[in-house]
């Protein structure tokens, strides 16, 4: 009975570390390595899978390789220049990784509440267009994961235009970097608020196809209804967050429950699932992008200054000591030198102490702990991802699926790896 | 109900042990005199006052000082919607306190990253591997005293594990070799 086993791979070592690790006296299980660069798994996420015929019966998690020293880094540099290493934590979603670091040190300064509310309308305006983005990337590759492929094409042709827009407000479509400790790099480029609306308008149009093509489809619910169920209790005790959490049906939504920025006068709901499959979790993200669209509308209504600023409303926080002033003055007066120099050179002088801050990400709960003890640079800066998180839970929830399950599984889980592994 | 108030009540259990409740930037904080007691006031803390949302669980290093060790629970009522924070020092010549994995689940993977960063262990956990470095690794990369750049470390040569069944035969990949041509089979004359 020892032969049952078939290993194609010739020699990962780890692969053979796996089977001995696994090893069944009877001989009967099969061990599967999936991943680390399975399509499915959304970059380098590897499971070792213990299968009896397709059952799983044990599921072991391996992650770290794309780990790349984050939190190590964050000790050794101002705070605004860890900016950019933030774009690259939860990499669909650049925008809104930004605004959440960003809120982080403001909390840690004591400036939240001061921010200008145009800066604040700008910020929810990025935050919503990058949760919509992150969940057009996590419902398409989803849908082409259980072999759907049209959503994918259908939903990447709506990212495309945000990164435009990404493009334009921040110079890059990927690597954005468009917060600043104290208010955001600039603001709206002319054209931008109107081209916003143009997008969402379109992109409700795109969301009801995908939805046409999917919400009834029988492979596609026969794929996803059932499977993966968590329950509210598991999906609590696993710190499950974002819609992973609300597809199971519970209400916690730091936009609503913890409000920042001016969440707080605007109108949404927070979508719930009921039984919490993946099915629901699938629901949950595309009502999720109606809301952002709801959002969008009525930050664009209402931001100050209007569409391209004529009032010249600031959007940064009035303080030299914490946000660079403008390049005319640094050149003609004294005060401002000597504010850039210092900013540039020692970063701002942060108080001693400790915050946490959770920011509701597209992924789930992003927070930043800071522990400062003065000076420009954080004693110690931790990323709670909701990746990482999130994953967590695989090793609970896979055994008992089928084989093919663990695909759409993966799928509704929408995780990245970039910030699962830090 | 506001955090300050759980925060009393939680002071009130367990006294002397839980410093005064202290606020930052509204955030709650209580500082825990005895590692060992982490288990016991986190069931508290879930069970009666509904802090059943673990958000986190980080580490930090004192270096230089004593105790070596911070480890900070992050702490969330779902219901109330209150935030703690739990802080305990723990020596460097213990570098081990209780798990939490028997109150939160979550705490799993919080647990194994702290050990994996930090060289701190969790009595009672029931899975205490390296999580983000691999296995075998010796050096735990978030102290103080490792530098930024790193470290070199043996990496071992095929993965981690015992040799493949053809290992040194002709046509098998020679690991650790300096450059390709070394490794590659194609590369060797067919007695080296």
């Not at chain 1, 909390?107 to 990058?130: F, H, N, S, T, W």
Request: proline letters at 6%; hydrophobic letters at 40%; charged letters at 25%.
């Amino acid at each position: 009975m020892a032969d049952a086993r078939d290993i194609n791979v010739p020699d990962t070592g780890a692969q053979a570390a796996a089977v001995e690790e696994l090893q069944d006296v009877q001989g009967e299980k099969m061990v599967l390595n999936m991943g680390p660069s399975h399509p499915s798994t959304h970059g380098v996420l590897r499971i070792v899978l213990e299968l009896d015929g397709e059952i799983i019966t044990r599921a072991v998690p391996d992650i770290g390789y794309l780990h790349r020293g984050d939190e190590k880094i964050a000790e050794n540099m101002t705070y605004t220049q860890f900016i950019p290493y933030t774009d690259r934590l939860d990499y669909l979603a650049p925008l809104a990784n930004n605004v959440a670091y960003a809120l982080a040190v403001e909390k840690l300064l004591g400036i939240q509440d001061q921010l200008p509310p145009r800066c604040q309308y700008i910020r929810v305006l990025c935050c919503e267009l990058a949760r919509i983005s992150s969940h057009l990337l996590g419902v398409g590759c989803f849908a082409m994961d259980v072999g759907a492929l049209t959503v994918f094409l259908l939903t990447f042709t709506e990212r495309e235009k945000i990164y435009n827009l990404a493009e334009a407000i921040s110079g890059a479509r990927f690597t954005t970097s468009y917060t600043r400790i104290g208010g955001v790099s600039r603001d709206t480029p002319p054209g931008w608020c109107a081209a916003v609306r143009q997008f969402v308008n379109e992109v409700v149009v795109n969301i009801a196809e995908v939805e046409t093509l999917l919400t009834r489809n029988k492979i596609w619910v026969d794929r996803t209804k059932d499977v993966g169920v968590i329950s509210k209790a598991d999906a609590v005790d696993y710190g499950l967050s974002g819609p992973n959490l609300r597809g199971s049906g519970v209400n916690y939504d730091l936009r609503k429950d913890q409000p920042y920025l001016c969440y707080r006068d605007l109108q949404f709901d927070v979508p719930l699932g009921e039984v919490g499959d993946c099915y629901d979790r699938y629901l949950v993200r595309m009502e999720e992008m109606r809301q952002s669209v709801r959002i969008i509308h009525q930050c664009l209504d209402k931001i100050p200054g209007g569409f391209d600023n004529r009032s010249k409303e600031p959007v940064n926080v009035a303080d030299g000591k914490i946000v660079l002033p403008p390049k005319d003055k640094v050149l003609s007066s004294m005060e401002e030198l000597i504010h850039q120099f210092m900013l540039v050179t020692q970063g701002m002088n942060v108080p001693p102490g400790e915050i946490y801050f959770g920011h509701e990400n597209p992924k789930g709960e992003l927070g930043f702990y800071i522990h400062s003890r003065g000076g420009g640079t954080p004693y110690r800066l931790k990323i709670r991802s909701p990746s990482f998180v999130n994953l967590s839970i695989l090793s609970h929830l896979l055994p008992g699926h089928m084989m093919s399950d663990t695909t759409a599984i993966l799928g509704s889980f929408d995780f990245v790896m970039g910030e699962c592994d830090r | 109900m506001t955090a300050l108030e759980l925060a009393k009540q939680l002071k009130a259990k367990f006294g002397d042990w839980l410093s005064d409740p202290a606020e930052f930037r509204g955030e709650i904080s209580l500082r825990l005199a005895d590692a060992e007691r982490i288990a016991e006031v986190g069931a508290f803390a879930k069970q009666a006052l509904g802090f059943d949302y673990l958000v986190d669980i980080t580490s930090l290093d004192n270096y230089g000082n004593d105790p070596r060790w911070t480890v900070v629970y992050h702490l969330y009522g779902i219901a109330h919607r209150c935030y703690l924070r739990l802080s305990l020092g723990v020596n460097e010549e213990k570098s081990a306190l209780p798990t939490v994995t028997g109150v939160w689940r979550t705490a799993d993977w919080h647990e194994r990253e702290i050990y994996d960063m930090m060289g701190i262990r969790f009595r009672g956990h029931p899975d205490l591997r390296r999580i983000l470095m691999w296995e075998g690794y010796p050096y735990f990369p978030l102290r103080k005293d490792f530098p930024l750049a790193g470290k070199p470390s043996e990496v071992p040569d095929v993965a981690f594990s015992k040799p493949a069944p053809l290992e040194g035969g002709p046509f098998v990949t020679a690991p650790g070799g300096k450059d390709a041509i070394e490794r590659e089979p194609r590369g060797r004359t067919p007695e080296s």
